[in-house]
């Protein structure tokens, strides 16, 4: 760790330093919520086959409302052979940029990249092998320049002037030649290579000479664009293939027709879970749900023979809060805002929602139980983690009592009771053991990929509270799948 340790001490003090030149924040990802972005400018070599950059989430209005700052920096170090990374600095601003919390990590975890993540797409474009990265002398040298420049009066030449694949080295001549700049014509050159990690340069400079060969190729077919609209409902599947991914991610946390965004396929193809509609035929109703009948790693299980670990605690950070229930013709489901967070295994993940199951889902050695709650958690590359608190028949429960009393009349329609709350923290049980595997969504289209976290302690309802439910959803959980030899941890 000490010779990793030089560097990143040198990169810190050199922060405050780059900032006199133009970040160049390039978008990684981004939905209604927030936008992810990395700062291109930033990205440095530290060590041998390892980079450091600046990435932001920047938040929407809403949450920036809710969350209490608008935008939250975080300085970054990818390791570019092990396929890894770490957050070495947090830096929290409000909507002025002015800093809130500036922090440095204590303890640099590193932690794998998830295929098909966000963190993936940030790690390939700071470690793609593009034109070379600059090291920290060569920064701290450039910055110097930088500095000698503004101060003599002359026109500085900042990374946030050359965008790839735009025409970038126009902008660059032009600046040099309005300020008369005694700086040679190719004086940006180490600029571009030093700050600017390009991924796959020839490919991106192409398209600057082949710009004027677009509008004749787009002239010569113009008789038959024509024809085009014609043909527009095929290509019309395209949005909800872009769109389906966090549909599909809303909908399991929202468990069905609930969420506002969800498509009218949804209510072409009504799944349910007995009939034509049941668990047996769900992989035959959608092409996008055949996971149900061909996955690896399905939920819910029985769970046996989990091998005892020194699990890691799971962090609950639960608020008292207001909530909006519906009954979404699948199960009751208590929808919430921001604030509610759980940490475990390097990750942070938000408590999207809570929704009931009559009888549980998930067995214990072959024990099933009256009812459950599953608890959906979201991080910010959209991987859920669920935790699942088994329910027996026993004492009353408060927090299930001030749900059952706010109960919508109607299906699909939501009620949020004026001046009422709820401390989310009832819910989980005293002993905070658990059971841990990898397993799927339990509703179409069950999904892969989701952290299961099923406490060890059942919690209790009442006779009455259970008979409620009942009366709503007899039944509706989906029979046990295969472990297919899965991994299951047990807390000592």
């Known amino acids: 760790m000490r010779p990793r340790m030089r560097p990143l001490a040198a990169l810190l003090v050199l922060a405050g330093t780059t900032s006199a030149l133009a970040a160049d924040w390039q978008t990684i990802a981004s939905d209604k919520k927030r936008t992810i972005e990395l700062d ?125 694949g735009k025409g970038a080295e126009k902008p660059a001549v032009t600046q040099v030649s309005e300020g008369k700049a005694e700086h040679p014509v190719d004086a940006p050159a180490p600029i571009k290579k030093n700050f600017i990690d390009k991924p796959a340069p020839p490919p991106r400079a192409e398209p600057v000479e082949k710009a004027p060969e677009k509008p004749a190729r787009v002239e010569a077919p113009r008789p038959e664009v024509q024809r085009v609209p014609v043909y527009i409902p095929p290509p019309r599947p395209r949005p909800r293939v872009i769109r389906s991914p966090v549909i599909n991610v809303e909908a399991h946390a929202g468990h069905g027709p609930a969420a506002p965004g969800t498509p009218l396929a949804h209510h072409e193809i009504h799944w349910s879970y007995d009939g034509d509609g049941g668990p047996p035929n769900w992989a035959s109703m959608k092409q996008e749900w055949q996971l149900c009948g061909n996955g690896e790693r399905q939920s819910p299980i029985d769970i046996r023979e989990g091998i005892k670990v020194e699990l890691e605690p799971i962090r609950f950070d639960y608020k008292q809060s207001e909530f909006r229930v519906v009954d979404n013709g699948h199960t009751i489901q208590v929808n919430l805002g921001q604030g509610n967070t759980m940490s475990v295994m390097g990750r942070m993940y938000d408590l999207v929602q809570f929704h009931f199951h009559r009888p549980s889902e998930e067995r ?114 989906r029979p046990v799948q295969s472990v297919r030899g899965r991994l299951i941890k047990e807390s000592r």
Request: include cysteine.
């Open 364 to 477: 214990i050695n072959g024990r099933g139980f009256d009812m459950v709650v599953h608890l959906v958690h979201k991080d910010l590359d959209g991987r859920l983690a669920v935790v699942a608190v088994l329910l027996e028949r026993g004492q009353a429960h408060p927090l299930v009592q001030t749900l059952w009393n706010n109960l919508p009349l109607e299906k699909n329609a939501d009620y949020s009771p004026e001046g009422v709350s709820i401390d989310l923290n009832q819910l989980l049980p005293e002993n905070r053991s658990y059971y841990t595997y990898m397993g799927s969504l339990t509703t179409p289209p069950c999904s892969e990929g989701v952290l299961w976290m099923v406490m060890k302690q059942p919690a209790q309802l009442s006779a009455e509270q259970i008979g409620i439910f009942s009366r709503l959803y007899p039944m509706n959980a």
């Open 40 to 164: 291109r400018a930033s990205i440095l070599q530290s060590d041998p086959g390892t980079k450091v950059a600046w990435g932001r989430i920047v938040l929407s209005e809403a949450e920036a409302g809710t969350a209490g700052y608008t935008t939250v920096k975080a300085l970054n170090r990818y390791d570019c052979k092990s396929q890894t990374f770490a957050t070495i600095k947090r830096v929290y601003l409000d909507a002025d940029s002015a800093v809130i919390k500036d922090e440095k990590v204590k303890v640099e975890k590193d932690m794998p990249v998830a295929a098909g993540s966000v963190d993936e797409k940030l790690w390939r474009d700071v470690c793609k092998p593009a034109g070379g990265v600059a090291d920290i002398s060569q920064l701290a040298k450039t910055a110097s320049k930088a500095a000698q420049a503004t101060q003599s009066g002359k026109p500085e030449l900042r990374p946030a002037d050359y965008r790839p």
